[in-house]
């Protein structure tokens, strides 16, 4: 097995995921696995919020003041998770796409201030997504990963 890391191109607005794996320059071949990280997913998709664009619920009030954290964070894990478990200071334990993840996997690293990525809506259907591209525009069978550092 040979782990290779892949340099690509941070955008800040949304754009095709298999095209920037293409400006790479990797010599993908078949078989290989691509692990792409959820983030670089979800910037794609465009999943890139503005925190001052949200509007804040009663319920997201009661929880942000509960947990001690942002109310704006607290609505957008409440809009993003199937469930929500329980909380810790500065976070809410969510169900996601049958995952438990922090806010749901929202995150606040690597974008502007007052910005977040969201987790992919639906990861496994951008995987496989992906994995088509390259069979039909390569004619290359490759195996796909979304992965997260959580």
Same mark, same amino acid.
């Given at each position: ?10 955008? *800040?607005?949304?754009? &095709?995921?298999? &095209? ?18 959820? *983030? ?17 619920? *009663?319920?997201? *009030?009661? @929880? ?8 704006? @964070? ?7 998770? &199937? ?9 809410? @334990? ?8 922090? !806010? ?5 690293? !690597? ?13 496994? +259907?951008?995987?496989?997504? @992906?994995?088509? +591209? ?17």
């Amino acid at each position: 097995m040979e782990i290779l890391p892949i340099s690509v191109t941070v955008k *800040k607005s949304k754009f &095709d995921l298999f &095209d920037s794996l293409n400006l790479s320059g990797f010599k993908f071949r078949e078989n290989d696995i691509l692990i792409v990280s959820s *983030k670089y997913v979800s910037m794609s998709e465009g999943s890139v919020m503005n925190l001052d664009k949200i509007k804040v619920s *009663k319920r997201a *009030k009661s @929880l942000a003041s509960e947990y001690h954290m942002s109310a704006k @964070l607290a609505e957008l894990t409440l809009r993003e998770s &199937d469930y929500i478990y329980k909380g810790i200071p500065g976070f809410l @334990l969510a169900i996601k796409n049958g995952i438990i993840a922090p !806010n749901a996997g929202i995150d606040k690293s !690597n974008v502007p201030r007052g910005f977040v990525i969201l987790y992919p809506s639906k990861p496994f +259907r951008s995987a496989e997504n @992906l994995r088509r +591209r390259f069979l039909v525009n390569r004619g290359i069978k490759v195996g796909v990963v979304i992965a997260d550092s959580r």
